[in-house]
């Protein structure tokens, strides 16, 4: 190899490597001829620095395999690792030197490994044993040493990362067998045919849900390829955002230490994504870090414009996941899910994606109270329902977990079949309580805290003011003396096996009830004190979260600490916000809830019911939404807010019916809402607020379109448009160019300017990529395939409808029905049948996959895509299949009748053609176009002189019913008219009637259009 070359080679090699350490936290310490040497827990040490090295050893490998391929080079790797004692001397610089027995031994590993091979030493190998696959050991001499050293081969990382070893040893697991094998089977099957799956698991507190799980998991570790396996786990009041869960699995994935600074989770977890992800990820890593960084989150400036895109990353990162590998995702305590996160899993696993991956749920009944429909209707989903042990099983557990002595003979009674209950009463009686058993799990736990020492007790109570999991450092304000106490005293709570620790100074309670009965037995008032003087001091801390703040206020004042009221409204509001920010809509709803029943004033009222319509909305409650939108609005009228919120405020209130809810208007809204806009525009002219004015003015714009049947109005509308237009792009926001071009483009269509409108629709198509919405997106791109069709630019709409396919791929299924409705429409129109029934079924697909959990689903107009089917059927003569979809119609509906009405006269039925098409409130040029050619062919011709040169197909219509009545010209304009549309069907009826039956009927054979070729041959 050439010098350069090799050189070259090198270079890309070192530096490929050097990632790989520096990716878990190891350093190059240096390069060797072609030996690289890394080390691992200098100048810090971690408890899993062996365990770091070896996943770093193992990327090495894979990466190196990745350079080799890149350069056509066959390259291989021998590595080494091992553990032990180094002496290091630190220069003043960054560089520090490691040397002693630990490097010599390592550097005889690598010399012995095979190439391709990661061999450990046994220091190393005892460090991660339980979490890597190895093939046998073996003894390897080794000069200046005594005796064999024994190397061990790693494989790779048994893929169960989540589950660590226990501090306490278990109790045997006892019963269950049933749920086990069933939940077994169904991973088992989900992997083997590549099919999402859903398990949800429900059972009381402490039946043994979670121990189910991990047992499920201890045996499929014993297959052949066991799946990925990671946990995360929610939190009560959805602490941490609705995403918490999937952060905590993707830390934990890309083995970041729990003790690591911000700067360094966000690097560790980048460096993971981008292994992950595909390349061009780099707008969906950024999504994801927005979830994982810790800090307070900004509200972006556009806190009115809510997206999903979180989700959709989430979403995508769980099933890239499972496409590399068979994954396990387990949702601990779902129960306490945040509606977003149950949302994402829903729409995962519905999708119906071709991908290895299972979700278990594990919760306890009250998931069905908050979400009724949970699981229902899903093809692949099944529920597991857990009961009590039965009491041989319980006694068998008792017996072993009292090993001692014998287990009190009224325990396993009392326990009724739940494991943790008589968990507890077994150690209330091994503490030395439990003369009389308490009758709850409640009072059992109870028992237990008041056999503690006092001091212990203290500390257990104030841990549990701070919550479900806490570090010293939060607990420090609550103990007057401060000092180094609580140390000692947390391991005497450990020992008693009452909380965990979690590493990274964090601990946790055993289980919530615990920390339930330790919150419930301090005295009201001393928790209120508590939960204030907790929330003073997170207020005035910089990386406190914001959800904690308020959650220790709110609870401080709904305990009667009136201090607390005040500052708990302001941040419960602040909190509802950033809740928005993260996709939290149901905490940010509660903030909102109880900001609004902790508010004394009409300012205070009025701003927590615009958060909880924040917060609607963001859930897509819309009626919800408008509701505190107006409850809002009066109320900050009342208290006289400043010119700035009121319009604002009034704006959000028109926005829903006038935007996003155009059907729902009832009549007397009307002038309330006409009647807002205007004081809305006076007052956020005042006050300067051109985006509040530019918004309004869309909402007057779009009122009009959708009240007003008749031209004039609309016309005059447009120029409240285009003055919306203005304002907007003075603002420079792109979502509110998009929303006033949308609704000019609109009123031009009602008066007939389609050519103008598609010009608008084509400037709004322009921005579509740098819109936040992917509703927006969509949006845009069907309104313009509705424009080229209307235009005849059929395969111009196929084009947009491909653009909307490819923007909604990334995101939540339900986006993907839009650009498949625009398609059916295209191809209908353009002649294509068969590709337009396939088009619909891939529609009906995409609308199966969509969850449908409250949200709207305005995607579906059922009616114009049934019509497009039943006129395909009526075209070919299956009346009855054309019946039998009409008849799932819940009512009339004019966009059926249209399509259907064409399709008539095509299977020759002008007639019922006319009837259908007399009368219909949209559309009207398509209408009369299909009148005029119905009349015609019935020989009642009237005079149809519209400009009609705008729309090339309504002309051509015309021209042929024209035709039909003996203008032979005009009949020939049509021909050519249909011709350059490229419509053959239609093309072939101008040629029948102007007397060419045979090429007629060839064309009508080759589409199958049975009655037109009956008609030609009779
Ligand atoms: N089948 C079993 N055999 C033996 N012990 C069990 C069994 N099931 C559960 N346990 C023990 O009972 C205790 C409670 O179980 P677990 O934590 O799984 O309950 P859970 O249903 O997840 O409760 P929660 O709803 O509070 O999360 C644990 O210590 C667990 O080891
Ligand atoms: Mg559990």
């Not at 009724?416 to 009389?436: K, Q, T, V, W, Y």
């Not at 059926?896 to 559309?923: C, I, K, N, Q």
């Amino acid at each position: 190899m050439d010098a350069e070359v090799l050189r070259d080679l090198l270079g890309d090699v070192y530096v490929t490597l050097a990632r790989c350490a520096e990716a878990y936290g190891g350093t190059v310490e240096k390069f060797i001829g072609d030996a690289v040497m890394a080390v691992f827990g200098v100048p810090i040490a971690h408890e899993d620095d062996a365990e770091r090295a070896v996943r770093a050893a193992l990327l090495m490998r894979s990466r190196l395999a990745a350079v080799a391929e890149r350069r056509a080079v066959p390259l291989v790797l021998r590595i080494g690792v091992n553990t032990g004692l180094v002496v290091t001397g630190t220069t003043p610089g960054r560089d520090f030197l490691v040397t002693g027995e630990a490097v010599n031994l390592a550097a005889r590993l690598q010399q012995a490994a095979e190439p391709g091979e990661v061999l450990v030493g046994e220091r190393t190998f005892r460090a991660v044993e339980p979490l890597v696959r190895m093939v046998a050991p073996r003894s390897l001499a080794v000069r200046g040493r005594t005796g064999p050293v024994t190397a061990y081969a790693v494989e790779r990382f048994a893929p169960a990362g989540a589950y660590r070893r226990r501090r306490r040893a278990y109790g045997p697991f006892v019963g269950r067998e049933v749920e086990l094998t069933l939940i077994r089977s169904v991973i088992e099957r989900a992997v083997e045919h590549s099919r999402a799956h859903l398990v949800t698991l429900i059972g009381e507190a402490g039946i043994g849900k979670s121990r189910l799980v991990e047992e499920v998991v201890v045996e499929l570790r014993r297959s052949e390829e066991p799946p990925a396996v990671w946990v995360g786990r929610c939190l009560p009041y959805g602490e941490g955002g609705p995403y918490a869960p999937l952060r905590d699995l993707l830390t934990r994935s890309a083995a970041v230490r729990t003790d690591a600074s911000r700067e360094e989770t966000r690097a560790r977890v980048t460096g993971h994504l981008q292994a992950v992800l595909p390349d061009g990820s780099e707008e969906q890593i950024a999504e994801l870090l927005r979830f994982v960084g810790g800090e307070r989150i900004e509200p972006s400036g556009d806190d009115d414009e809510p997206g999903d895109r979180g989700r959709e990353a989430w979403r995508n990162l769980l099933l890239r996941m499972a496409e590399r590998q068979p994954t396990l995702i387990v949702i601990e305590d779902a129960h306490w899910a945040e509606p977003a996160l149950l949302e994402l899993i829903a729409s995962v696993v519905a999708g119906d994606v071709r991908v290895p991956l299972v979700v278990v749920c594990a919760a306890r009944p009250e998931l069905f109270v908050s979400h009724p429909g949970w699981g229902s209707g899903m093809r692949n989903e099944t529920t597991v329902v857990l009961e009590a042990l039965e009491a041989g099983e319980m006694r068998r557990l008792a017996n072993a977990l009292s090993a001692q002595a014998a287990p009190l003979p009224s325990a396993v009674d009392l326990a009724g079949g739940n494991p943790f209950f008589l968990e507890e009463i077994l150690a209330m009686s091994g503490e030395g309580g439990g003369d009389r058993v308490p009758e709850t799990v409640q009072g059992v736990i109870a028992a237990r805290l008041d056999l503690l020492d006092p001091e212990d007790k203290l500390l257990l109570q104030r841990a549990a003011v701070v919550g479900r999991s806490f570090t010293l450092e939060q607990l420090e304000p609550l103990f007057d003396g401060g000092g180094r106490g609580p140390t000692g005293r947390l391991r005497n709570l450990v020992e008693r096996d009452l909380i965990h620790h979690r590493g990274g100074g964090r601990h946790s309670f055993k289980h919530a009830l615990i920390r339930d009965v330790a919150y419930e037995s301090i005295p009201r008032g001393e928790r209120a004190r508590l939960h204030l003087r907790l929330a003073d001091v997170l207020d005035s801390s910089a990386d406190a979260s914001c959800q904690a703040v308020a959650g220790h206020y709110a609870a401080a004042a709904t305990l009667g600490e009136t201090t607390a009221r005040a500052p708990a409204v302001r941040v419960l509001i602040e909190a509802a916000r950033e809740a928005r920010a993260v996709e939290a809509h149901g905490l940010a709803l509660r903030n909102a809830v109880l900001a609004r029943q902790l508010s004394d004033s009409d300012r205070e009222r009025a701003l927590a019911a615009e958060a909880a319509g924040d917060a609607h909305w963001m859930a897509e409650h819309l009626d919800d939404a408008r509701a505190a939108y107006l409850d809002a609005l009066e109320l900050g009228i009342a208290a006289e807010l400043g010119p700035e919120d009121t319009s604002r405020l009034r704006w959000k209130w028109v926005d829903l019916p006038t935007r996003w809810q155009g059907s729902v208007i009832t009549s007397p809204d009307r002038d309330r809402i006409e009647a807002e806009i205007e004081t809305g525009l006076a007052e956020a002219h005042a006050a300067g607020s051109a985006l509040t004015e530019a918004r309004l003015l869309i909402a007057r714009a779009l009122l009009v379109y959708r009240l007003e049947t008749t031209v004039p109005p609309q016309e005059a509308a447009l120029s409240v448009a285009d003055r919306a237009l203005e304002l907007a792009e003075r603002v420079g926001r792109p979502a509110i160019v998009s929303a006033a071009i949308d609704a000019r483009s609109v009123l031009l269509q009602s008066v007939g300017r389609y050519a103008e409108a598609l010009e608008m629709d084509e400037r709004r198509l322009a921005l579509v990529r740098e819109l936040p919405s992917r509703e927006e997106q969509m949006d845009i791109c069907s309104s313009v395939a509705r424009t080229r069709t209307a235009r005849g630019d059929y395969s111009g709409a196929v084009a947009v409808a491909n653009l909307g396919q490819e923007l909604g791929a990334g995101g939540d299924h339900r986006w993907l029905a839009w650009p498949e409705r625009s398609r059916v429409d295209a191809l209908f129109w353009w002649d294509k049948w068969d590709e337009a029934m396939s088009a619909y079924k891939t529609f009906i697909g995409e609308l199966r996959g969509t969850d449908t959990d409250g949200r709207r689903a305005r995607q579906s107009r059922p009616g114009r895509m049934l019509g497009v089917v039943a006129a395909i059927h009526m075209l070919r003569g299956e009346t009855e299949e054309a019946d039998r979809l009409e008849r799932r119609l819940p009512a009339s509906n004019p966009h059926f009748d249209l399509v259907y009405a064409h399709a008539m006269l095509g299977a020759g039925d002008p007639e019922l053609a006319l009837e259908r098409s007399t009368g219909l409130p949209f559309m009207r040029p398509w209408a009369r176009a299909v009148r005029a050619e119905s009349l015609a062919m019935l020989g009642r011709w009237d005079d149809f002189d519209q400009a009609l040169d705008e729309l090339p197909r309504v002309s051509a219509q015309v021209d042929r019913a024209r035709g039909i009545a003996g203008d032979e010209d005009a009949l020939r304009r049509a021909t050519e008219a249909f011709a350059r549309l490229g419509c053959e069907f239609e093309h072939a009826r101008c040629l029948e009637i102007a007397g060419d039956g045979e090429a007629a009927r060839a064309v009508y054979a080759r589409m199958a259009a049975a009655p037109a070729m009956e008609r030609v041959a009779r």
